[in-house]
């Protein structure tokens, strides 16, 4: 099972929204909606911040959103602030009934 | 609900491990344990998951035969085992929770950090 595909790394300005995209195949994303983003700031665990492509845990900021159009899901941050500066990785259930991540988008917050 | 894992180590290539995580705050028995791979600097990398109910196992392609997973309910603890460990081992492990039918991992372990070295 390779890994989700992710930009390496994004950047925005303070107030702006960015979105991180995560591509896979037919056989995880694209087969399922069973999507999920984890945030991980430096030397921390990860956190959850989306699941099932579009659904926010309970305390996880409105400014956090998920998205997904075939293949490819997608994380948007709006009102970018700059404790959202970390890395952030996606997830795919898949047809294995296994779980594959993304490499990672590093974001920086200008 | 909090996972708390073991402390960090430091081993020599061949010689074998156990690493932990402790469960509080929920059934033990009612949600699987996942376990994810960071090398450091690089990203995650799901490695298998138990359901401490009955040490029901799925392990990742990549993972499977390099590890073994196991938990023990008496003491709401999962663990993970190498028997000959690598200096490819080297690495931050986290443990996360999973709800039975659920797709995500949450709340994650603090992470334990295993470095192979001779």
């Known amino acids: 099972q390779s890994a989700l595909t992710q930009p390496a790394s994004v950047s925005g300005s303070p107030g702006q929204s960015i979105t991180l995209s995560c591509t896979g195949t037919?056989?995880?994303?694209?087969?399922?909606?069973?999507v999920s983003w984890y945030q991980q700031h430096p030397n921390k665990a990860p956190k959850l911040m989306i699941f099932?492509?579009?659904k926010r845990p309970s305390g996880v900021s409105n400014r956090f959103s998920g998205s997904k159009s075939g293949n490819t899901a997608s994380l948007t941050i709006s009102g970018l602030q700059a404790e959202d500066e970390a890395d952030y990785y996606c997830?795919?259930?898949?047809?294995?009934?296994?779980?594959?991540f993304g490499g990672g988008t590093k974001l920086t917050v200008l | 609900v909090q996972l708390v894992q073991s402390g960090a180590e430091v081993k020599k290539p061949g010689e074998s491990l156990k690493i932990s995580c402790k469960a509080s705050?929920?059934?033990?028995?009612?949600?699987?344990i996942g376990w994810v791979r960071q090398v450091p600097g690089k990203g995650l990398e799901w490695m298998g998951l138990?359901?401490?109910?009955?040490?029901?196992?799925r392990y990742s392609p990549s993972f499977q035969g390099q590890v073994t997973l196991s938990a023990d309910k008496s003491i709401s603890t999962a663990y993970m085992q190498w028997t000959s460990l690598k200096a490819s081992d080297t690495a931050i492990y986290y443990c996360?929770?999973?709800?039975?039918?659920?797709?995500?991992?949450?709340?994650w372990g603090q992470g334990t950090l295993v470095t192979v070295s001779s």
């Open positions: 705050g929920y059934s033990f028995t009612s949600y699987w």
């Open positions: 996360a929770r999973r709800e039975v039918g659920a797709t995500w991992f949450d709340p």
């Open positions: 997830s795919s259930y898949t047809a294995n009934s296994t779980w594959v």
């Open positions: 037919s056989s995880d994303v694209g087969g399922y909606g069973y």
């Open positions: 099932d492509v579009t």
């Open positions: 138990i359901y401490p109910g009955d040490s029901n196992t």
